[in-house]
């Protein structure tokens, strides 16, 4: 890279570690748990998409990628820098202050071994259509994406909407597994662990069988839920799953280009996964190179705006582009580009071969530009109502599942865009509104059965000071 490091990078870099100083107060202020907060939890998410490679990229004169538009890297720095701050200051005016009497594994519902169990064939079963049949689960015959370009009939339309059903039930379910095998005090029953890792399995089946970087979501899922029931002794266990969850992810990062798509392929491939980057453009020396940050988004943040300075999109027009993106109908079935702009697959010339995706800042800085984190503004917000929800909700599933699937999304967001960042949130929030609903419903009217409570009830606020002494009828 040419000019790498200028005095602006440093500049943005520095003010991207920022951020971690407020996570550092809120830990101080409000206790560790605020280090598994949602707050926490997408600034390091943001930071690790955006600033550590630049970071890495400092000792080496920055790297190469067929992505990278060296042009714009300063741009992406401040761009993600400041919205690591817009975040925050959404979070803060919403999440939780001061310090929780309760612990978060007290705020955890209890996961039954039927429950998981049932989840757990529920999502073998949706991940099977969705591969397009048990033999293309094990072992494809169609190339990773090949076929991602075609028009797509009634019947593909609807096995894309299996597919993007069963991410959300895969992770539902992972985190159910989760909980089972933490919640297994002492020596636990053989068959619970088995019910448990048998579910982490079965939802990690897609990504597996599809070499994606996320392969190891589930085993990440595992630790975090094991870090929020912080225990010393859980430190083995939680090391464990992070390196699978690493091995795995690093699997379908570098092996993906060799070989076919499939469960079989991938266990194939664990053994053969190297510290070293691949891919068209890359150099990899070993661990410390740039290009092995797996989670990376600001190469194709550079590419997008790239093209947005290619065409200038005015503000009406990106308010337009977002809220199509955004819109909460299935994709398959409305009547408008749902797409913030061309792929980045025409853009590249890789159209037809290779599915290029672009993170969910590049479509906000594409749709936007700086006004758009008023909207990470928002998503900070979002964030912090969910954390208050979660704290709130003492053994309530719905706010677990609530606080999840938020995470979730921030992981997503770094390759999945807009739209697939916040999917997992809007279906977190309808499950809240739902089971808020259903409890509304089922709740009996309230009534007074007795009369001296209902004389009593009657007596406090009619001889409060300034209150007139009438007695009226059924009051």
């Given at each position: 890279m040419r000019n790498w490091p200028t005095a602006d990078d440093i500049f943005w870099l520095v003010v991207g570690l920022l951020p971690f100083l407020w996570v550092a107060w809120r830990a101080v202020s409000y206790?560790?748990?605020?280090?598994?907060?949602?707050?926490?939890?997408?600034?390091?998410?943001?930071?690790?998409?955006?600033?550590?490679?630049?970071?890495?990229?400092?000792?080496?004169?920055?790297?190469?990628?067929?992505?990278?538009?060296?042009?714009?890297?300063?741009?992406?720095?401040?761009?993600?820098?400041?919205?690591?701050?817009?975040f925050i200051l959404g979070?803060?005016?919403?999440?939780?202050?001061?310090?929780?009497?309760?612990?978060?594994?007290?705020?955890?519902?209890?996961?039954?071994?039927?429950?998981?169990?049932?989840?757990?064939?529920?999502?073998?079963?949706?991940?099977?259509?969705?591969?397009?049949?048990?033999?293309?689960?094990?072992?494809?015959?169609?190339?990773?994406?090949?076929?991602?370009?075609?028009?797509?009939?009634?019947?593909?339309?609807?096995?894309?909407?299996?597919?993007?059903?069963?991410?959300?039930?895969?992770?539902?379910?992972?985190?159910?597994?989760?909980?089972?095998?933490?919640?297994?005090?002492?020596?636990?029953?053989?068959?619970?662990?088995?019910?448990?890792?048998?579910?982490?399995?079965?939802?990690?089946?897609?990504?597996?069988?599809?070499?994606?970087?996320?392969?190891?979501?589930?085993?990440?899922?595992?630790?975090?839920?094991?870090?929020?029931?912080?225990?010393?002794?859980r430190i083995p266990l939680i090391v464990a799953a992070l390196v699978v969850a690493s091995w795995f992810s690093w699997t379908g990062y570098t092996q993906r280009g060799v070989y076919l798509p499939g469960v079989s392929n991938f266990v194939a491939a664990l053994v053969d996964a190297r510290p070293v980057a691949s891919g068209t453009g890359r150099k990899g020396t070993g661990w410390i190179d740039p290009n092995n940050n797996f989670l990376d988004a600001l190469d194709p943040w550079t590419a997008r705006a790239w093209t947005r300075e290619r065409v200038q999109p005015s503000l009406w027009e990106g308010m337009k582009g977002a809220v199509a993106v955004l819109q909460p109908l299935p994709s398959q079935f409305v009547p408008f580009n749902v797409r913030a702009g061309e792929s980045l697959s025409k853009w590249l010339g890789t159209w037809g071969s290779t599915g290029l995706t672009t993170p969910a800042l590049g479509e906000l800085y594409y749709l936007l530009g700086y006004p758009g984190l008023v909207l990470v503004a928002a998503l900070g917000l979002f964030a912090g109502w969910a954390q208050r929800k979660f704290l709130q909700g003492s053994r309530n599933g719905a706010s677990v599942i609530l606080y999840f699937a938020t995470l979730f999304g921030f992981v997503l967001g770094l390759h999945g865009g807009l739209r697939t960042m916040t999917r997992p949130m809007l279906y977190g929030w309808a499950v809240v509104v739902v089971c808020a609903l259903a409890r509304k419903v089922n709740q009996p009217p309230r009534r007074f059965t007795n009369r001296h409570a209902a004389k009593a009830k009657l007596g406090s606020w009619q001889t409060l000071p300034g209150r007139p002494l009438v007695a009226r009828r059924g009051v």
């Open positions: 206790g560790r748990h605020e280090l598994v907060s949602l707050g926490t939890f997408g600034v390091a998410i943001m930071w690790v998409g955006y600033h550590l490679k630049p970071w890495l990229g400092l000792p080496q004169s920055g790297w190469t990628s067929f992505l990278l538009r060296e042009e714009f890297v300063t741009e992406g720095i401040r761009y993600s820098a400041l919205a690591m701050i817009a979070y803060a005016f919403l999440a939780p202050a001061g310090r929780s009497a309760v612990r978060i594994a007290d705020l955890m519902p209890r996961a039954r071994v039927q429950v998981v169990l049932g989840l757990t064939v529920i999502t073998a079963v949706l991940v099977v259509i969705a591969r397009g049949g048990p033999s293309e689960l094990w072992a494809a015959t169609l190339y990773r994406g090949e076929g991602q370009f075609g028009e797509k009939d009634l019947l593909g339309r609807l096995q894309n909407i299996v597919r993007i059903a069963s991410a959300f039930v895969s992770f539902v379910t992972a985190g159910m597994g989760a909980l089972l095998i933490v919640q297994s005090h002492g020596p636990a029953k053989p068959h619970v662990w088995i019910v448990g890792f048998l579910a982490i399995l079965s939802a990690s089946l897609g990504v597996m069988s599809g070499f994606s970087r996320g392969a190891g979501f589930a085993f990440g899922l595992l630790a975090t839920v094991q870090m929020l029931h912080w225990r010393r002794s």
